[in-house]
């Protein structure tokens, strides 16, 4: 039993309230938001337009090592990079990482530190490596604690392309089409649909041996997994 002096001027600390966390509702059942729970952190769960996790005014895109790699096979990550810079404060938060993640699957190690190092050179998002969700949540809960209060911003917002751009990012998606082999394929043909229906050899004239990869990819057929 814990007894106060009356007679001092002093007043017992009341219980500081804990950070408040926003957290995107798509990471509501996570082991993260489990732990931050489980620390007492005020979590806010929001349908977030950009990010993961907002702590204070810095915003934080988790992701784990195996939805990376898509993310970078897709294309996906660009995006998803560009709409974080909204925030003037961000973070790219790459989960269970160790050698054997990093160097296996389904992309070559060199494309995967040469990515890595896009990320902090052209898009200048500082990168966090964790092992576990407990690890990721162990930095956001210090984050939270280290960050100055102030009201939260919300102003970041899914980025619209032009007709044009979607265009471009449509191409950009097949495997081998950046945004230069893009562009020659939209200035030549005009439309998706007029790419789609070219011959093989016509592609080529545009963007060389590219095309090989592009016209398989176009017609192949999907097959469901029984």
Do not use: W
Request: contains cysteine; aromatic residues 10%.
């Amino acid at each position: 039993m814990t007894f106060f002096n009356i007679f001092s001027n002093k007043k017992p600390d009341a219980e500081k309230p804990k950070p408040k966390i926003i957290i995107d509702h798509r990471e509501k059942n996570s082991l993260v938001a489990s732990y931050l729970a489980q620390q007492g952190f005020n979590l806010e769960f929001q349908q977030l337009p950009v990010a993961d996790y907002l702590v204070d005014d810095i915003a934080i895109e988790r992701k784990t090592i195996s939805d990376f790699k898509s993310s970078i096979i897709n294309k996906r990550i660009m995006h998803q990079l560009l709409e974080l810079k909204q925030h003037k404060k961000c973070l790219l938060i790459i989960e269970g990482i160790s050698e054997e993640d990093i160097y296996e699957g389904i992309m070559h190690e060199n494309a995967f530190r040469g990515f890595l190092l896009s990320i902090i050179m052209n898009y200048q998002v500082p990168i966090i490596y964790t092992q576990t969700p407990q690890d990721t949540a162990r930095y956001l809960a210090l984050l939270a604690k280290k960050s100055p209060k102030k009201d939260f911003s919300l102003r970041a917002s899914k980025i619209v392309f032009s007709d044009e751009e979607q265009l471009q990012y449509i191409l950009e998606g097949f495997p081998q089409i950046g945004p230069a082999s893009a562009k020659k394929l939209l200035e030549h043909f005009h439309t998706i649909k007029e790419i789609v229906n070219a011959p093989e050899e016509e592609l080529k004239k545009v963007i060389g041996k590219k095309a090989e990869v592009l016209y398989k990819l176009i017609h192949h057929n999907y097959k469901l997994n029984d």
